[in-house]
């Protein structure tokens, strides 16, 4: 049923090429479907780091395509039961793994709690993508670029994870550890990521540039700006883009705190996290256009927050 | 032999039950072990559109996903659509706009489409430009797709 891979003979800029003609298909693997968090975990236990987590698929898929990887064993999690389920709580929001990116922009405790969330997911990909792409896979999968990673960061978000030695908590800023590479040992599966809640009348902004709409950004910065009596209480500023990981712009946010946020505060802040970055140039962009793009991004999300804190406030 | 699944799914409200290899795309078993030609294959990875398709209400990209993943799914496909005697609105809206030249692109635009005009009924220019971003097509321009779908979400709006 999968095609034949035949050799062929060709003459290309005068050099005769004989290649196996490869199509895009993934390499063989074993199949898993499991049925629960129990089974997907012994699954991935059972065959000691040559098992990979298949939510959505839609980076895990194309990796397989390319033949990027070759995990001896995919273990499908889609029907697990209750794993998309998204809760309200006195804390905040638990967000189960699996739900997927357009349910998540769609969700009502989403819009109403955590817009900065919503927005930022307008950004994934595309729509199809969005249908089927999950929360989860995108934080296990870690691109330095990718939104919901970013968000993670920018909210604090607390990962549960499950493995063979029981479930675990991982900071969102512990967990990850570079591009492509988080805290997750071979055998844990994320089962949920906790928003905390956000101080009422909290502002935020989210920005980034693409060459494209749906690519992954060049720089993507998202920041949330909490008031009380004029002044700013907690500014939050994270970027991605820029680094192995979405980081937060600490230098950023202790220039905001305790100040009132105006055009001063919002340039010394800018001024102060594209200061504190280090991108690097590849194909994309130059360091130094990302850099300018850190400085101008965050000047746009601190005025979008203002903004939307003024508005609450009034 | 490498081992082999037996799923069954609805495509087009036909039901059929194969065996598969778990690594068979679902763009390969519509077109390869269905015949169902008419979902195009482009880039393979996700970026193109061509394949997509819709699987249990939403649209996917049917090169992303396996076959033996959509056991049991309801999965429409281009061919679900009008005949050539028979166009489906959003293929009459197509045909109306010039909104194709050589077709390549076309299955996965009317489906994107379809999936786009059900959760935004009378979509927006912008809502439309942005749901059909994750579709390439390299002969229109893209602006008689954008009025072909603009004409649909408007007949909608009225």
Redesign the interface.
């Known amino acids: 049923?999968?095609?034949q891979q035949p050799n062929v003979r060709v003459r290309i800029l005068g050099i005769q090429w004989t290649r196996v003609c490869r199509?895009?298909?993934?390499?063989?693997?074993?199949?898993i479907?499991a049925g629960s968090i129990e089974d997907a975990t012994s699954a991935l236990a059972d065959n000691g780091g040559d098992a990979k987590v298949?939510a959505g698929?839609?980076s895990l898929?194309?990796m397989?395509?390319?033949r990027l990887l070759a995990p001896a064993v995919?273990v499908?999690i889609?029907r697990v039961p209750g794993l998309d389920v998204v809760e309200e709580n006195a804390d905040g929001l638990a967000v189960g793994a699996l739900a997927r990116h357009?349910q998540l922009q769609t969700s009502p405790p989403v819009g109403a709690r955590y817009p900065v969330l919503a927005a930022a997911i307008?950004h994934v990909?595309?729509?199809?993508?969005r249908?089927?792409g999950t929360i989860g896979g995108s934080l296990a999968h870690a691109d330095p670029a990718a939104e919901l990673p970013l968000i993670a960061r920018l909210l604090d978000a607390e990962i549960v994870v499950i493995g063979a030695a029981g479930p675990r908590i991982i900071a969102a800023r512990d967990f990850f550890l570079g591009a492509h590479t988080t805290a997750l040992e071979a055998d844990e599966i994320i089962t949920r990521i906790d928003l905390p809640a956000l101080p009422p009348g909290t502002g935020w902004g989210f920005e980034e540039v693409t060459r494209?709409?749906?690519d992954f950004a060049l720089v993507a910065v998202a920041a949330t700006v909490s008031m009380a009596d004029g002044q700013v209480t907690q500014a939050r500023i994270a970027l991605a883009g820029v680094g192995e990981s979405p980081a937060r712009a600490s230098a950023a946010e202790s220039v905001l705190s305790g100040q009132a946020l105006e055009d001063d505060a919002i340039d010394a802040a800018s001024q102060s996290a594209r200061d504190a970055v280090r991108p690097s140039t590849d194909l994309h962009a130059s360091a130094d256009y990302r850099r300018h793009l850190v400085g101008v991004l965050t000047g746009r999300v601190l005025n979008a927050a203002w903004r939307r804190t003024v508005r609450e406030a009034s | 032999m490498t081992e082999q699944h037996a799923i069954e799914m609805v495509v087009n409200g036909v039901t059929y039950a194969r065996k598969v290899e778990a690594r068979l795309l679902l763009v390969d078993f519509l077109r390869d072990t269905l015949g169902l030609t008419g979902t195009h294959i482009g880039c393979e990875h996700g970026v193109c559109g061509a394949c997509t398709v819709i699987v249990n209400g939403a649209s996917a990209r049917s090169c992303l996903c396996f076959a033996v993943q959509a056991d049991g799914a309801v999965i429409e496909t281009v061919e679900g659509l009008g005949s050539v005697d028979d166009l489906d609105p959003v293929q009459q809206a197509f045909r109306v706009h010039h909104a194709l030249q050589c077709g390549f692109c076309t299955p996965g635009m009317l489906m994107t489409t379809i999936d786009l005009l059900r959760k935004c009924p009378s979509a927006t220019d912008d809502d439309i430009r942005n749901g059909l971003s994750g579709n390439l097509c390299r002969c229109t321009g893209y602006d008689n797709i954008v009025r072909a779908v603009r004409a649909m979400a408007g007949e909608r709006r009225e």
């Open positions: 049923m999968i095609p199509e895009m298909k993934p390499p063989p693997f074993k199949y479907a298949l698929g839609q898929v194309p397989l395509n390319f995919l499908d889609n357009h307008g990909g595309h729509l199809a993508i249908n089927r494209r709409a749906g």
